[in-house]
């Protein structure tokens, strides 16, 4: 999604809530990253297949998934809104605390977080924003390469770091270890045509 800096300057969210309504932007320490404008139909099938499968096995649970576009607001301490400075828009993300949950968003690492890879994107979500994740203490980061077909999952260890990955292929069942009892079902590739 998000391809190169190109608002010049350090921005904050104050910021950004000014900027128009028809342009999609993230911020990383400041840093504003325009995204392209729409992900690859495969993209937004598995996108639609994965909150479908979430929403419903948490229809009685207290967390919640949220789909793109949709703001989470990282600050680095209680400083107001307008002035924090990191402020992504994850491809899902689960929120299991309503606390973190306001009208415009979250506020707040949330629990599990999906990227699902495109060209455009790839670096981005696999170098910048897993290190942004695993500083927020986000407890779960997924990585989907839909293509390849291929699941990267980091997870939030003791020591409040990433560990080694693990990686798996897009088939039979995957479990959310940070939230029992939720597991993803993957669609078969003749499902999901590119």
Known sequence: MPQAVTKAGHSSYGDYCRWPDDERWELIDGEAYAMVPAPSRLHQELAVELTRQIANQLRHHP????AA????RLPKGDEADEHVTTVVQPGLAV???PA???DKGCRG???????????DSAAHDQIRKRALYERHGVREYWLIHPVDR???IYRLTEDKTYGRPDIAELEGTTAVASLPGVEIQWPQPESLRP
């Open 150 to 152: 291929i699941l990267t």
């Open 109 to 119: 690492a949330p629990d599990w977080i999906i990227e699902i890879l495109s060209p």
């Open 69 to 72: 576009p949709f703001d989470v």
């Open 63 to 66: 967390c919640r998934v949220y």
């Open 100 to 102: 973190k949950l306001d």
């Open 95 to 97: 929120i299991c605390d």
